[in-house]
């Protein structure tokens, strides 16, 4: 499987959601983060829904927070989804990733948005 | 009844009678040694006689075989199935006599973790002894799950006794072993005392935690038990006395016998063990008691071990086979989350740095879990370079050093990862 069709993305509420699937590792973290730039390239603020991603280590952590920074660059707000006791919000929390980015549900997310 | 034989002699036919039944027909053919002196009462007392002997014979046939059902439906229940052990069993009754002994082995897994081991021999022998052995049996196991210990266990066992018509003088070993520690509690009542083999020392009966038989007053005041701990890799054999004893044999002569037996098959698998050890001791012997033999092999930490190719297309199915090896192991989810995503990491390095990416290079993976400790070790054989201040490594790294509660890396011909997690600790 290639990273392509575990990228999905639509608008809500006027932000971009970009929801993850599968394995973010050291497989595809590079490909997974260049496709969700391209994927987002105009977007005024992003949601990176890690809802249904089933692993993430530190090539994903790496992924996030190039995603992040380069969204901030861009001058667009950012907002990554991850579950409460799931194995995402697991490893996000171990290492202190962004607080303030993190949300637990999509509605969190967008709400912290403005929306 | 006057009749004539197939090969057309004379002969008389008589009924056969037991308990007001007529059960077959004793048919007489010949001619009679004194010609008209065959007196037809004497026949049929002949016959009476007869139908009762061979009525009595079938009777006794029927309590056998009731007995022996029992028996074997007592012996043969389900046996617990953990990774941290194995149990293998020998009965074999006595050849001389017809009727069942109340021999008997049982073990069941506890609430807490521990595995109970018991082997008994109940007085007497038939259908009597075998029913005793069945309530005996029961009561060791339902008191076992009191977790009250050996000791008190063989008191409450005392307490039963005494309601039974049977199974005074009972003996008894029991024992508990906690499969995490390797803690062994046990306690015999006038039985032969267990048989440890350590697995690098010779083997040693244990004498402690011992008193009388069940059932007897001045035993029951003075239950003891003791405890030692099992080396993993241990073999504790329960046994009963027919396995020792031999006529015109002292008693340590046939403890000797069987320390030495055993010690001669250390390796030998424990299903064999058990078949090899009965056929030595009682070889020669004539059979004159049943034995029964119980060995339980406290088994060496669950071993994982792969080698995958350096290159990151063998980290999925490797994170998924060492995810399947875990749940084997009842390791919670989040914990087997854990560690799937250290050895990940660490296998990650090796194939990154360790090899830069050259496939041809190999990691080795092994994972043992040793009581509550989870050990993982990542190794491969690539060139040592000093750790290039790299962000991601760093990263990895911590999560590592996060995820796991020690960290070790050791550089030499290659480079060696070796954590450690301790299970059940309270979640970060």
Same mark, same amino acid.
């Given at each position: 499987?290639?990273?392509?069709n575990?990228?999905?993305?639509t608008?809500e ?8 699937h599968?394995?973010?590792?050291h497989?595809? @973290?590079?490909?997974?983060?260049r496709e969700?730039?391209?994927a987002t390239?105009?977007? @005024?603020?992003v949601?990176v829904d ?15 927070d190039?995603?992040?920074? @380069?969204?901030?660059?861009r001058? @667009?707000?950012?907002r990554v989804?991850?579950?409460?006791d799931?194995?995402?919000r697991f490893t ?7 607080p ?9 997310a967008l ?5 | ?11 008389v036919g ?5 308990r007001g ?6 048919l007489l053919?010949?001619?009679?040694? $004194? ?13 009476d006689?007869?139908?009762?002997a ?9 309590d056998?075989?009731v ?14 199935i ?5 149990v293998?069993?020998v009965y074999?009754?006595?050849v001389?006599?017809l009727?069942?002994? /109340?021999d008997w082995?049982?073990?069941f897994l506890t ?9 008994g021999?109940?007085? &007497?022998?038939?259908?009597?002894a ?10 060791v196991?339902?008191?076992?799950k009191?977790?009250?210990?050996p000791?008190?266990?063989?008191q409450?066992?005392d307490?039963?006794v005494?309601?039974l018509?049977?199974?005074q ?6 024992a ?5 520690? /390797?803690?062994?509690?046990?306690a015999?009542a006038?039985h032969?005392p267990?048989l440890l083999l ?8 244990? #004498?402690? &935690?011992?008193?009388?038989?069940l ?6 005041? /003075? ?12 073999r504790l054999l ?5 396995l020792?004893?031999r006529? !015109?044999?002292?008693i ?6 069987l320390a ?14 058990v078949?090899?050890?009965s056929?030595?001791?009682?070889a020669g ?5 049943d034995?029964c033999?119980l060995?339980l092999?406290f088994d060496g930490?669950?071993?994982?071990h ?5 290159e990151?297309a063998a980290?999925?199915p490797l994170?998924g086979?060492?995810?399947? #090896?875990?749940?084997r192991?009842? $390791?919670?989810?989040?914990?087997r989350?854990?560690?799937?995503l ?7 390095n090796a194939?990154e740095h ?7 290079g190999r ?9 509550n400790i989870v050990?993982?070790? $990542?190794s491969?054989s690539?060139?040592w370079r ?5 962000a991601?490594? !760093?990263?990895g790294?911590?999560?590592? &050093?996060r995820?796991?509660?020690?960290? $070790?890396v050791?550089?030499g011909?290659g480079t ?7 299970l059940?600790?309270?979640?970060r």
């Amino acid at each position: 499987m290639t990273a392509a069709n575990r990228i999905t993305v639509t608008v809500e509420r006027g932000s971009e959601v970009v929801r993850l699937h599968g394995d973010v590792d050291h497989v595809n @973290a590079d490909q997974v983060e260049r496709e969700v730039l391209t994927a987002t390239r105009a977007a @005024a603020s992003v949601v990176v829904d890690l809802s249904a991603v089933t692993f993430l280590d530190s090539a994903g952590l790496r992924c996030l927070d190039r995603l992040v920074a @380069a969204f901030t660059k861009r001058q @667009a707000q950012v907002r990554v989804v991850a579950p409460e006791d799931g194995v995402v919000r697991f490893t996000l929390d171990l290492i202190g990733f962004l607080p303030e980015t993190l949300a637990s549900t999509l509605d969190e997310a967008l709400r912290g948005l403005g929306h | 009844m006057p009749l004539a034989a197939p090969d057309g002699r004379p002969a008389v036919g008589l009924p056969l009678r037991a308990r007001g039944a007529v059960i077959g027909t004793l048919l007489l053919a010949g001619d009679p040694a $004194v010609p008209g002196r065959t007196d037809p009462e004497f026949l049929l007392d002949l016959a009476d006689r007869a139908g009762l002997a061979l009525d009595n014979a079938r009777l006794a046939e029927q309590d056998r075989e009731v007995a022996r059902t029992l028996q074997r439906s007592l012996l043969a229940s389900e046996r617990p199935i953990d990774a941290r052990f194995h149990v293998a069993t020998v009965y074999r009754p006595a050849v001389k006599t017809l009727e069942v002994g /109340g021999d008997w082995y049982d073990t069941f897994l506890t609430a807490s973790g521990s595995v109970g081991l018991v082997v008994g021999d109940v007085v &007497g022998r038939g259908i009597r002894a075998a029913s005793a052995m069945g309530q005996l049996r029961s009561a060791v196991r339902a008191l076992a799950k009191a977790q009250c210990g050996p000791a008190t266990v063989l008191q409450y066992m005392d307490d039963f006794v005494a309601t039974l018509e049977a199974g005074q003088m009972t003996t008894l070993a029991y024992a508990e072993l906690a499969l995490d520690t /390797g803690r062994l509690r046990y306690a015999c009542a006038g039985h032969p005392p267990p048989l440890l083999l350590p697995p690098d020392t010779s083997p040693r009966y244990l #004498w402690e &935690g011992r008193s009388g038989p069940l059932g007897t007053r001045a035993a029951s005041r /003075g239950r003891r038990e003791a405890e030692l701990t099992l080396p993993r890799g241990s073999r504790l054999l329960l046994y009963t006395d027919g396995l020792v004893e031999r006529r !015109g044999e002292r008693i340590d002569q046939g403890f000797n016998r069987l320390a030495e037996v055993v010690t001669s098959r250390r390796e030998t698998p424990l299903a064999s063990l058990v078949e090899q050890v009965s056929d030595a001791m009682l070889a020669g012997e004539g059979g004159h008691d049943d034995t029964c033999l119980l060995a339980l092999a406290f088994d060496g930490a669950p071993r994982y071990h792969c080698e995958v190719p350096a290159e990151v297309a063998a980290l999925r199915p490797l994170r998924g086979e060492l995810d399947d #090896w875990l749940m084997r192991y009842k $390791v919670p989810e989040t914990e087997r989350y854990a560690i799937v995503l250290a050895c990940s990491e660490a296998v990650a390095n090796a194939i990154e740095h360790g090899y830069l990416g050259n496939p041809v290079g190999r990691v080795r993976v092994g994972v043992t879990i040793d009581g509550n400790i989870v050990e993982l070790r $990542v190794s491969d054989s690539g060139q040592w370079r000093a750790p290039r201040p790299s962000a991601d490594r !760093g990263r990895g790294m911590a999560l590592m &050093g996060r995820l796991m509660d020690d960290l $070790v890396v050791d550089c030499g011909e290659g480079t060696t990862v070796l954590m450690r997690r301790r299970l059940g600790r309270s979640a970060r």
